[in-house]
């Protein structure tokens, strides 16, 4: 069974390996180690808190971001193929109309993932 964290209306990430949360004190306190916002998101904020590759949360997941659009003056196969070339990542899908983006990422080294500059 897959672990899922959700922002309703943001997105969500579902880690693919076991989760391990044995060193999570409570379910409230994951706000501190996941932050899903608008075109980003980022696991293990804080570096003191990183767990190692392959621990904890830091395993393979498939990211789902809402409201992805191109920024005004970009056409859309321009902006599909730079999500494809968003570094760390493995493009899933964009879809134009929903504006959902998803990828898949092997570790969450580095912290963040969020839409090209």
């Not at 393979?60 to 990542?89: C, H, N, Q, S």
Request: hydrophobic residues 40%; proline residues 8%; charged residues 25%.
């Amino acid at each position: 069974m897959n672990f899922v964290v959700v922002r309703k209306n943001y997105g969500q990430i579902t880690f693919k390996d076991e989760v391990d949360l044995t060193d999570i004190p409570s379910m409230t306190v994951l706000r501190d180690y996941i932050e899903i916002r608008r075109g980003g998101v980022t696991v293990y904020p804080k570096e003191s808190t990183k767990a190692a590759e392959g621990a904890e949360l830091n395993v393979p997941a498939e990211v789902t971001l809402e409201g992805i659009r191109p920024p005004p003056g970009v056409d859309a196969e321009t902006f599909t193929a730079e999500l494809r070339a968003k570094p760390d990542t493995e493009f899933v899908s964009w879809d134009a109309e929903t504006g959902v983006w998803v990828f898949t990422v092997k570790s969450f080294s580095p912290a963040t993932f969020r839409l090209p500059a």
